[in-house]
């Protein structure tokens, strides 16, 4: 079991990306094992920093010891992590959902109650490896809007709205700009949007098609399946 935590006031994300991308926290795992003297890919014990003079054995002030953790200098040993940190570069990231839940849990739960052109959207980001969203219909307190999706994430709260299209009517475009500028401007969430014309990756409409936009926010979506 690993404790994590950011040291960034209010988060900048890393945790975020180290929780849901498989290759951060494989470099992560190989600058780790690089700072305790360690050849990463051999796995060959080179007994000392590159620049230091004297061998370190169980640890030294130019891995894990510090001035501040000197009450824990005698239980502090390289060798313990090696094993363990060898397997993380290498290792594969299932991440699940809330409560414990599986992928397939949290996309069947996100399926419930949602109209055919969101679950379109449900089943694009799953079969294209993208983060899915943590909660559907979900009513943003105080400002009464409700997204038809959304993201709860270090950097804050992302509502997503699957423009039908009703949303091309004169009447439903203005109350959308409405709840937009509340959710922006006084709630302080991020809103993205997909319109029902663009649902394709090869879309070539007004908007910017589903691909574009989740592609362009990497924070919210992740990096998703490398594309052939």
């Known amino acids: 079991m690993l404790l994590m935590f950011e040291a960034a006031e209010g988060g900048a994300g890393v945790l ?57 200098h005698q239980s502090l040993d390289r060798h313990l992590i090696i094993g363990l940190l060898q397997e993380m570069t290498t290792a594969t990231l299932d991440v699940g959902g809330n409560a414990g839940e599986d992928r397939a849990e949290v996309l069947a739960r996100l399926v419930q109650g949602s109209n055919e052109l969101e679950k379109h959207f449900l089943h694009f980001l799953d079969e294209n490896g993208y983060r899915l969203p943590d909660a559907a219909q979900q009513t943003v307190d105080d400002f009464y809007v409700r997204p038809d999706f959304t993201f709860h994430t270090p950097g804050g709260d992302v509502a997503i709205f699957i423009d039908g299209p009703v949303h091309d009517t004169a009447h439903q475009a203005s109350k959308d700009k409405i709840d937009q500028v509340k959710l922006e401007d006084e709630a302080g969430w991020m809103v993205l949007r997909f319109h029902h014309e663009d649902n394709r990756t090869d879309a070539c409409g007004t908007h910017p098609s589903w691909r574009e936009v989740v592609t362009d926010n990497p924070s919210v979506f992740g990096p998703g399946k490398a594309m052939s």
């Not at 975020?16 to 796995?43: C, F, M, N």
């Open 16 to 72: 975020r990306r180290l929780a849901t991308e498989e290759e951060p926290i494989r470099k992560v795992a190989r600058q780790a094992i690089t700072l305790l003297h360690y050849d990463p890919d051999t796995g060959a014990d080179r007994g000392k920093a590159e620049h230091a003079t004297e061998p370190c054995a169980q640890a030294c002030y130019d891995c894990l010891l510090s001035y501040g953790n000197q009450w824990d």
